[in-house]
Structure formats: structure tokens, C-alpha cells
T-cell receptor, first 117, second 112 residues
């Protein structure tokens, strides 16, 4: 949807290992986001980016880091995965190719299901 | 702190009925409100985006309204079909930012 891919789509890992999730867009949108979705908590923002190398924290950023070295890629890293980070992770984009305005639509990727044993 | 609430959490209706899903938010100073659909195991699909200056937005059988002063939005689905079965979420951006705050969603089941 809207030219957003996430990789991997599924991952099982062990506690304490590093994990990197990738979001790739072909839409040249300015803003990119990482959310997690958990039963009982809904969707919560982890980090977002408002341009290359420009990122900021969201509601649940502890234990996560992000990087954006190119417009099209936004990486989410769990430095040392814990069982509480078992979740479905969604990437989203907004802002259009011209830079966009705060009221643009957000478009979501297909999600990555991460299980930390 | 902006809070978004969707009631009911689940709704089951027979095919063909018109129905309304509700979304309320605590801070009325919003730029827009967005409605999404999520099928099981899938990502979110944007249905409608209502700007703060608009009162409603339509797409096919869907009509979304926005009343900022009362902190409410409704999603009206006309002539419901089994294919409309999904979870519907609403979301608003935190004032002055791109960050969305989501409701918990309404799980809709349309029975043939």
C-alpha cells in the first residue's frame, strides 16, 4: 500500500540479541514513523523522522533507536531485545513528495511480527 | 494529554444495515482526524481524512463527520456488506506535531 515495504515480515529472536527492522518507501514522503500494536494498548508511536537524519521520540521509545540516512529508508533497532518488545511493528509515511504539511494523511506498511523468546 | 475513545469496542449487524461508528477525543484543537480500516493480520488502510476546517468527507458508501467543538467524529457506513467486516480505528495528530494518537478501535462484523 502506498509504496511501503517492511522487512522482515516475521522474525523470531532470543532475549538479548540485537534486531533491526527496515521500512522502505518509494513515495518520497518526508515523514516516516514506527508504531507498535499490542492487544489492550492499541497503536503507539515509538519514533518518527521528519527528514534525513532528523528523528524524534514517540510515546514508547525506551529500548529502541532509529536511523534515517536516506529519504526512502527508516530503520528501527532493538539494541537488546526483551520479551516485552514482542509485538507487531508498523511503519507509516506522510508528507508528500513536496515536503507536506502537518495535516497530511498517514499511510501504513504491512507490518512486521516480532517474537522475542 | 490527547485521548481518543471508540465506542463500542465491537459491533455485529446483519448485512444491508446502515451503521455508525463513534470516535471521541479530549482536546478539540486538532488539525484533522483520520479513519482507518484494519483487516486481521494486516496493516492499516486509510479510509478518510477530515481536515479541521471540514465537517464531513465522503468516499463511496462511507461518510465521516467531524464536530470539533464537541470532540466527536462519526463514520457512517451505508448498506453494509460482509466485506466491510474489519476493525475501524480513528486517529488525531497531537497538536503541533505529526504524531497520531489512536483509539482502541471498533471491531465490526457484518453477518450475511
Amino acid at each position: 500500500d502506498a509504496g511501503i515495504t517492511q522487512s522482515p515480515r516475521h522474525k523470531v529472536t532470543e532475549t538479548g540479541t540485537p534486531v533491526t527492522l527496515r521500512c522502505h518507501q518509494t513515495e518520497n514522503h518526508r515523514y516516516m514513523y514506527w508504531y507498535r500494536q499490542d492487544p489492550g494498548h492499541g497503536l503507539r508511536l515509538i519514533h518518527y523522522s521528519y527528514g534525513v537524519k532528523d528523528t524524534d521520540k514517540g510515546e514508547v521509545s525506551d529500548g529502541y533507536s532509529v536511523s534515517r540516512s536516506k529519504t526512502e529508508d527508516f530503520l528501527l533497532t532493538l539494541e537488546s531485545a526483551t520479551s516485552s518488545q514482542t509485538s507487531v511493528y508498523f511503519c507509516a509515511i506522510s508528507g508528500g513528495s513536496s515536503g507536506g504539511a502537518p495535516d497530511n494523511e498517514q499511510f501504513f506498511g504491512p507490518g512486521t511480527r516480532l517474537t522475542v523468546l | 494529554k490527547q485521548e481518543v475513545t471508540q465506542i463500542p469496542a465491537a459491533l455485529s449487524v446483519p448485512e444491508g444495515e446502515n451503521l455508525v461508528l463513534n470516535c471521541s477525543f479530549t482536546d478539540s484543537a486538532i488539525y484533522n482526524l483520520q479513519w482507518f480500516r484494519q483487516d486481521p493480520g494486516k496493516g492499516l488502510t486509510s479510509l478518510l481524512l477530515i481536515q479541521s476546517s471540514q465537517r464531513e468527507q465522503t468516499s463511496g458508501r462511507l461518510n465521516a463527520s467531524l464536530d470539533k467543538s464537541s470532540g466527536r467524529s462519526t463514520l457512517y457506513i451505508a448498506a453494509s456488506q460482509p466485506g466491510d467486516s474489519a476493525t475501524y480505528l480513528c486517529a488525531v495528530p497531537i497538536q503541533g506535531a505529526q504524531k497520531l494518537v489512536f483509539g482502541q478501535g471498533t471491531r465490526l462484523t457484518i453477518n450475511p
